[in-house]
Structure formats: structure tokens, C-alpha cells
T-cell receptor, first 116, second 115 residues
């Protein structure tokens, strides 16, 4: 059973470009979470999605950031018009349906975004 | 709102010595508690978790943590550390009442094992 997959692992963008980060959850998992880790800091929650629904986006910056988890395909975190402050590691986590009661998130290896 | 405090940003320990990594949390509701480990340039791996029941939880590699509700703590301990334990350790909480399992993390503790 493959783990959570994220691609690309490393992404370099110039200021003003768009960054598109992908996350494929573990098989059977219907919940996806995105977190951001700034240098020398802990992870900060950004957004929680289920298939075709955004459940909680309280951690998302109000502008330039968006996320989706379509019925088919991976979850996408999109950052428009990137700025240097967006440079960070972005982690995706997935969890099984709540009814399974496992309460555990499984993390991907992360995408390290560098904005020049 | 929830918060997690890891007071020690770095902890150096000699090999085979015991270690304790401290974690305190603040929450107005019941919580689930987690310790994750992050090796360099990798994602987070779940080390152990407390959901309910016995307040002492153990991992397969010798770590243990005890949930102390009165002190709002969930300190991580290991009686004898190994070089391979060198990593960053994150304590995290989630709301134990809602279906939203988003995690609130501490700032992490970097454990360095000295040979």
C-alpha cells in the first residue's frame, strides 16, 4: 500500500509565477490536510478537504492560495503570484474515514518550494 | 483555540542516556495527543498517540509518553537513546470532540545524540 505521495519534491519559482503542488492520499483515505512548515518552525495547518469539498480553510492566506480535492485525481494546492515569503515546505497528510476511528494522519514527504 | 508548547528547542543527549522531551498543551475541549518524528528532509512519521484509555502509550522503538490531564502535558521519554534517534520531534493536538482532525503542532524539539 503506497503511502501519501507528493510531487514535485522540489519546486523553484520566480516571484510572480504560479506554484502547483500535488498530493495523492493513501488508498482508501478520503480526507486530505495541507500544512506549511516555514524554516525553523513547526507545521501550521492550512486547509482540510474531503472529496469535492473544502471543510476547513481557516489556515489559508486570504489571497493567492487555493486548494481543491476533485472527485478524480490528486489534491492540488495552488499558489498564484508567489512571493519570497511563500518559500517553505508544504506537507500533505491523509486520513481514513472518520467512522474508522483511527484519528491518525499520514504525511507525505513534502514539497519544498523555493521562490527566487 | 488550541496551542502546544515545546519549551526545549534543542536537546543534546549522550548515547544510551535517558531523555525526556516536554510538551504542554492548552485547550478548552478534550484533545487527542500525538508525537511525530521528522528525519532530515523527510515528512513526519507518527511515533505514538493518545486517544483514550490508558494514559501511558508506547511506540515500537522504545519511546513512551504519558498523558497528564491535570498538568496538561504529554511528555515523551526514552530510557536509553540511540544514534538513530537523532531527529526533530513534534508534539501535536487535535480536537477530541469534532470530526475535524486538523493538527495543531508545537515548534519542535531537535534531539541530538552524542556518541
Amino acid at each position: 500500500n503506497a503511502g501519501v505521495m507528493q510531487n514535485p519534491r522540489h519546486l523553484v519559482r520566480r516571484r510572480g509565477q504560479e506554484a502547483r503542488l500535488r498530493c495523492s492520499p493513501m488508498k482508501g483515505h478520503s480526507h486530505v490536510y495541507w500544512y506549511r512548515q516555514l524554516p525553523e518552525e513547526g507545521l501550521k495547518f492550512m486547509v482540510y478537504l474531503q472529496k469535492e469539498n473544502i471543510i476547513d480553510e481557516s489556515g489559508m492566506p486570504k489571497e493567492r492560495f487555493s486548494a481543491e480535492f476533485p472527485k478524480e485525481g490528486p489534491s492540488i494546492l495552488r499558489i498564484q503570484q508567489v512571493v519570497r515569503g511563500d518559500s517553505a515546505a508544504y506537507f500533505c497528510a491523509s486520513s481514513p474515514p472518520i467512522r474508522e476511528g483511527k484519528k491518525t494522519q499520514y504525511f507525505g514527504p513534502g514539497t519544498r518550494l523555493l521562490v527566487l | 483555540a488550541q496551542s502546544v508548547t515545546q519549551l526545549d528547542s534543542q536537546v543534546p543527549v549522550f548515547e544510551e542516556a535517558p531523555v525526556e522531551l516536554r510538551c504542554n498543551y492548552s485547550s478548552s475541549v478534550s484533545v487527542y495527543l500525538f508525537w511525530y518524528v521528522q528525519y532530515p528532509n523527510q515528512g513526519l512519521q507518527l511515533l505514538l498517540k493518545y486517544l483514550s484509555g490508558s494514559t501511558l502509550v508506547e511506540s515500537i522503538n522504545g519511546f513512551e509518553a504519558e498523558f497528564n490531564k491535570s498538568q496538561t502535558s504529554f511528555h515523551l521519554r526514552k530510557p536509553s537513546v540511540h544514534i538513530s534517534d537523532t531527529a526533530e520531534y513534534f508534539c501535536a493536538v487535535s480536537d477530541g470532540n469534532s470530526g475535524n482532525e486538523k493538527l495543531t503542532f508545537g515548534t519542535g524539539t531537535r534531539l541530538t545524540i552524542i556518541p
